[in-house]
């Protein structure tokens, strides 16, 4: 099995900022950031940040008691993640400059209580007013409020956004999201790895293929389970059939934004017949258990090889017509260019990821990056676009899935013969963890898993990709007029759920 | 233009079904005809995510493709609330979400009714034992049906919109005696 290379360090809390600074010049970026709490071994709680690029992890540890020096004014990416730990262990991010809560609203939870801490006694607080959120705030002549969700007007999820305009253009926009946050991670504590499976899927169930493969590496890689290389290859095919159909939903939703109906209903009927075909495949439309610990549960036999190269043979077909249809109308051109622009510089310093990353001329692609299953095989290059505006995600979509064509098509001309699931002993070294890594149709998934001495697990920490790109929205939308907010959305289509866990 | 000739208005109606026997789409008649009778051509739904995976979304969603292009029987998902007969509902209901979640219920004008989509809004899902979750949706609002199924497909919600007409015209029949 490829392991992914990781350099791991302990770092004293002291020389930690200089030491990112370095890290940022050597054109390394952050991966995510995971608290755990291990008063249990040396009365401290462990910091990890995961530094990725140049095809190697960096893994830095820091133990801390109550306080961690912040590093978010050098590594604005941190942000997020700091405000998270802030949240939900309690530890406060010194130097950090917005510490107003981030899952656990006030509204409704009283801030003394910290879910992730192991001494959390699993009593949940009295739902009632514990103190105010406040927004930031815009002043001036002639400024503004736009105030949107969580409640949506289409059928989309829940989420709060603000914009402060002045005139059309928007000056600022502050989202608000979490408000599915359902506490994931807590649930998985205890659990067995197979059992968590069932929740690892739910995350968001869109990408749940992707997400579990991540899941998996990181799983299989603490069993030390070595798998068939039949079961790499059909791990492969689900994810890319799951990339294609959600590339396809998301160029259709892109149409349907600009009114461009016509497009938009044929690819969303292309969609269906994607559904219909991963029903055929494993009897679920998503391909929800599809995967398990050490294996795939459902095998392809020359009747799903024929049904899956006719569909996307066929999606190709499509794509190529919808292309020059779109390429050519001057209307859709107008709408799509200039629209959204994220700039590569904005890019590198929130750290993005997946389809916003290179639509932004940043190459990063966890299969090319860190490759997994049979990945590193295939000989793979970005595809890249300098623009970063809308029209640059439309047209990767677009591109990404001939590649997908291409790897479904010569993993099933070269699919080996073999078992698809190993037998394994659940019986992992205590404490023992591990990461894993997989590139989801909006980018990379980040797994961080441990077990603890029972071969259940200790600590689960998932970072979805749009936990990452979603505060790039904020930038992408300045000075865009705010009836092209929508259009811009749904170009980046980040997941609301995997966001808020 | 190929594209159009190709592909436009090519009806796929009919390949809906893919197995002739027993399919809730073989009844779309009848339901035109329930939705026609009972609800004077109309019935309008209000989504609220109160915490899923966003799969039911996505089959929410499909219901307005080409292949069941659900408007064609009078039903249809509205922005607001006010404009709403019924309350669909996905997700487990978390903390965050409860609030918004009744609200949206208070806009509706009377008679409303709830109808909870896939099996996280009726038992918790995997995630009932979550401190952040709070449902149930049943313990805070009268649910007049539960659509099952994670997520359920676009059929079984179609042949779920058919079961509340039928219980709509028998309460209707209980209470004005027509």
Same mark, same amino acid.
């Given at each position: 099995?490829?392991?992914?290379?990781?350099?791991?360090?302990?770092?004293?809390?002291?020389?930690?900022?200089?030491?990112?600074?370095?890290?940022?010049?050597?054109?390394?970026?952050?991966?995510?950031?995971?608290?755990?709490?291990?008063?249990?071994?040396?009365?401290?709680?462990?910091?990890?940040?995961?530094?990725?690029?140049?095809?190697?992890?960096?893994?830095?540890?820091?133990?801390?008691?109550?306080?961690?020096?912040?590093?978010?004014?050098?590594?604005?990416?941190?942000?997020?993640?700091?405000?998270?730990?802030?949240?939900?262990?309690?530890?406060?991010?010194?130097?950090?400059?917005?510490?107003?809560?981030?899952?656990?609203?006030?509204?409704?939870?009283?801030?003394?209580?910290?879910?992730?801490?192991?001494?959390?006694?699993?009593?949940?607080?009295?739902?009632?007013?514990?103190?105010?959120?406040?927004?930031?705030?815009?002043?001036?002549?002639?400024?503004?409020? /736009?105030?949107?969700?969580?409640?949506?007007? *289409?059928?989309?999820? $829940?989420?709060?956004?603000? =914009? #402060? &305009?002045?005139? @059309?253009?928007?000056?600022?926009?502050?989202?608000?999201?979490?408000?599915?946050?359902?506490?994931?991670?807590?649930?998985?504590?205890?659990?067995?790895?197979?059992?968590?499976?069932?929740?690892?899927?739910?995350?968001?169930?869109?990408?749940?293929?992707?997400?579990?493969?991540?899941?998996?590496?990181?799983?299989?890689?603490?069993?030390?389970?070595?798998?068939?290389?039949?079961?790499?290859?059909?791990?492969?095919?689900?994810?890319?059939?799951?990339?294609?159909?959600?590339?396809?939903?998301? /160029?259709?939703?892109?149409?349907?934004?600009? *009114?461009?109906?016509? $497009?938009?209903?044929?690819? =969303? #009927? &292309?969609?269906? @017949?994607?559904?219909?075909?991963?029903?055929?495949?494993?009897?679920?439309?998503?391909?929800?258990?599809?995967?398990?610990?050490?294996?795939?549960?459902?095998?392809?036999?020359?009747?799903?090889?024929?049904?899956?190269?006719?569909?996307?043979?066929?999606?190709?077909?499509?794509?190529?017509?919808?292309?020059?249809?779109?390429?050519?109308?001057?209307?859709?051109?107008?709408?799509?260019?200039?629209?959204?622009?994220?700039?590569?510089?904005?890019?590198?310093?929130?750290?993005?990821?997946?389809?916003?990353?290179?639509?932004?001329?940043?190459?990063?692609?966890?299969?090319?990056?860190?490759?997994?299953?049979?990945?590193?095989?295939?000989?793979?290059?970005?595809?890249?676009?300098?623009?970063?505006?809308?029209?640059?995600?439309?047209?990767?979509?677009?591109?990404?899935?001939?590649?997908?064509?291409?790897?479904?098509?010569?993993?099933?001309?070269?699919?080996?013969?073999?078992?698809?699931?190993?037998?394994?002993?659940?019986?992992?070294?205590?404490?023992?963890?591990?990461?894993?890594?997989?590139?989801?149709?909006?980018?990379?998934?980040?797994?961080?898993?441990?077990?603890?001495?029972?071969?259940?697990?200790?600590?689960?920490?998932?970072?979805?990709?749009?936990?990452?790109?979603?505060?790039?929205?904020?930038?992408?939308?300045?000075?865009?007029?705010?009836?092209?907010?929508?259009?811009?959305?749904?170009?980046?289509?980040?997941?609301?759920?995997?966001?808020?866990? | 233009?190929?594209?159009?000739?190709?592909?436009?208005?090519?009806?796929?109606?009919?390949?809906?079904?893919?197995?002739?026997?027993?399919?809730?789409?073989?009844?779309?008649?009848?339901?035109?005809?329930?939705?026609?009778?009972?609800?004077?051509?109309?019935?309008?739904?209000?989504?609220?995510?109160?915490?899923?995976?966003?799969?039911?979304?996505?089959?929410?969603?499909?219901?307005?493709?080409?292949?069941?292009?659900?408007?064609?029987?009078?039903?249809?998902?509205?922005?607001?609330?006010?404009?709403?007969?019924?309350?669909?509902?996905?997700?487990?209901?978390?903390?965050?979400?409860?609030?918004?979640?009744?609200?949206?219920?208070?806009?509706?004008?009377?008679?409303?009714?709830?109808?909870?989509?896939?099996?996280?809004?009726?038992?918790?899902?995997?995630?009932?034992?979550?401190?952040?979750?709070?449902?149930?949706?049943?313990?805070?609002?009268?649910?007049?049906?539960?659509?099952?199924?994670?997520?359920?497909?676009?059929?079984?919600?179609?042949?779920?919109?058919?079961?509340?007409?039928?219980?709509?015209?028998?309460?209707?029949?209980?209470?004005?005696?027509?």
């Amino acid at each position: 099995m490829d392991k992914i290379l990781i350099n791991k360090n302990i770092v004293e809390l002291n020389d930690f900022l200089s030491l990112v600074n370095n890290l940022k010049e050597t054109g390394k970026y952050l991966l995510g950031i995971v608290a755990s709490d291990e008063r249990k071994f040396d009365s401290k709680f462990n910091i990890k940040y995961f530094f990725g690029g140049n095809g190697i992890i960096d893994e830095y540890l820091v133990k801390v008691d109550e306080k961690f020096q912040s590093i978010s004014k050098i590594c604005p990416a941190a942000k997020m993640y700091e405000r998270e730990i802030h949240d939900l262990f309690g530890l406060v991010p010194d130097g950090h400059p917005d510490l107003r809560a981030l899952m656990l609203y006030p509204e409704n939870w009283d801030f003394s209580v910290q879910p992730l801490k192991k001494d959390y006694d699993n009593l949940v607080p009295k739902v009632k007013e514990y103190g105010k959120y406040k927004f930031k705030e815009v002043s001036g002549e002639g400024i503004f409020e /736009v105030l949107v969700g969580p409640v949506h007007a *289409g059928i989309i999820e $829940p989420g709060h956004f603000r =914009f #402060s &305009l002045a005139g @059309e253009p928007v000056l600022q926009l502050e989202i608000r999201h979490f408000w599915k946050h359902r506490g994931i991670e807590k649930v998985c504590e205890g659990k067995d790895f197979n059992e968590v499976m069932n929740l690892v899927i739910k995350i968001s169930g869109d990408n749940n293929v992707n997400i579990a493969i991540s899941y998996l590496q990181a799983v299989e890689s603490i069993l030390n389970i070595e798998l068939t290389e039949r079961a790499k290859y059909i791990r492969m095919i689900y994810a890319e059939i799951e990339r294609i159909w959600n590339y396809v939903r998301d /160029v259709a939703w892109i149409f349907m934004d600009i *009114g461009f109906a016509l $497009p938009a209903q044929n690819l =969303f #009927s &292309l969609q269906e @017949e994607l559904m219909r075909l991963n029903k055929s495949l494993t009897g679920q439309r998503f391909l929800f258990n599809s995967l398990t610990v050490g294996g795939v549960n459902f095998d392809i036999d020359s009747l799903k090889i024929k049904a899956i190269a006719e569909t996307i043979e066929r999606v190709e077909k499509v794509m190529k017509e919808c292309e020059a249809f779109i390429l050519n109308s001057s209307t859709v051109l107008d709408r799509l260019e200039f629209t959204g622009k994220i700039n590569k510089k904005t890019a590198e310093e929130l750290s993005l990821c997946g389809i916003s990353a290179r639509a932004s001329g940043l190459p990063r692609d966890t299969r090319i990056e860190f490759p997994y299953l049979i990945y590193g095989k295939f000989d793979l290059k970005p595809v890249l676009f300098e623009s970063g505006d809308v029209f640059a995600r439309t047209a990767l979509r677009i591109k990404e899935i001939y590649v997908s064509k291409k790897i479904i098509g010569d993993l099933l001309f070269n699919l080996p013969e073999g078992d698809i699931i190993v037998a394994y002993e659940n019986k992992p070294e205590a404490y023992k963890y591990a990461v894993g890594n997989s590139e989801t149709a909006r980018g990379n998934a980040f797994f961080y898993v441990m077990a603890d001495d029972k071969g259940k697990i200790f600590r689960l920490k998932y970072i979805d990709p749009s936990f990452r790109i979603w505060p790039s929205i904020q930038y992408g939308v300045l000075g865009n007029i705010i009836a092209d907010f929508p259009l811009i959305n749904k170009s980046l289509n980040l997941s609301y759920s995997g966001n808020d866990m | 233009m190929s594209f159009l000739s190709k592909l436009l208005f090519k009806s796929k109606a009919q390949d809906i079904v893919d197995d002739k026997s027993g399919s809730a789409l073989i009844k779309e008649d009848e339901l035109k005809r329930s939705v026609d009778e009972v609800l004077g051509r109309s019935l309008f739904v209000r989504l609220v995510d109160s915490g899923s995976c966003n799969a039911c979304e996505n089959e929410l969603a499909a219901l307005s493709n080409p292949y069941y292009d659900l408007e064609r029987f009078g039903i249809k998902f509205v922005a607001s609330p006010k404009h709403a007969d019924v309350l669909m509902i996905t997700g487990c209901v978390t903390r965050n979400m409860l609030n918004p979640l009744l609200k949206t219920y208070e806009n509706i004008p009377s008679p409303k009714f709830v109808i909870t989509v896939g099996d996280c809004p009726e038992t918790g899902g995997p995630f009932k034992d979550s401190y952040s979750v709070c449902g149930p949706v049943s313990k805070y609002l009268t649910v007049a049906m539960h659509i099952k199924g994670c997520p359920p497909e676009p059929e079984a919600i179609i042949l779920g919109f058919l079961k509340f007409m039928d219980m709509i015209k028998i309460s209707h029949k209980v209470s004005f005696g027509s």
